[in-house]
């Protein structure tokens, strides 16, 4: 299965597209889309839209994940990073995507065990999974990756569950 996992931003919303088998997971795609802070924010929402479209045709993903929005001292970042999530989440729901939401929490409990651990311990867990040589460069990518990878688990988890019950 492709799975698109985003790490939603205004400034660079980071994105990565993995296939997942059970637990063997590669990497297919991944990036940042980054916009240019002298532009309307307005004409920033756009850019991420039509760049997410994109990469969607592109990758013809079967699902999404997206990570949500951790608490943010600076409401007006809050305020726009969640105007970003939406116009993401809209493109999944466009392409008629199922999408799904993890806490950054949630993410790290799945990529490394631990639900405190550190960016580096991720980046270099998401690196094992995908059998890489090196991390994925830019770390919103690679948070990209991750938040894939954790959607994998749960749905994996979730479908167990379903047939024991």
Same mark, same amino acid.
């Given at each position: ?15 990565? /597209?993995?296939? #997942?088998? =059970? ?9 940042? +889309?980054?916009? $240019? ?43 726009? /990073?969640?105007? #970003?999530? =939406? ?9 008629? +995507?199922?999408? $799904? ?40 990518a690679a948070?990209?990756?991750?938040v894939a990878i ?16």
């Open positions: 299965m492709k799975i698109l996992g985003v790490d939603p931003g205004l400034a660079a919303a980071g994105y990565a /597209v993995i296939s #997942a088998q =059970g637990n063997n997971f590669s990497l297919v795609d991944c990036g940042n +889309i980054t916009t $240019a802070a002298g532009k309307e924010d307005t004409d920033r929402l756009c850019q991420i839209h039509r760049e997410l479209v994109e990469i969607i045709e592109k990758n013809n993903p079967e699902q999404m994940a997206v990570e949500e929005l951790f608490f943010n001292k600076n409401v007006k970042t809050a305020i726009r /990073v969640g105007q #970003a999530r =939406g116009v993401i989440m809209l493109c999944g729901s466009e392409a008629g +995507i199922k999408v $799904a939401e993890y806490t950054p929490l949630q993410v790290k409990q799945a990529v490394v065990g631990y639900g405190r651990a550190r960016k580096n311990q991720v980046q270099e867990m998401v690196k094992a999974m995908l059998g890489l040589q090196k991390i994925i460069e830019p770390d919103d948070d990209a990756a991750a954790c959607h994998s688990h749960y749905q994996g988890n979730k479908d167990k569950w379903g047939q024991i019950l």
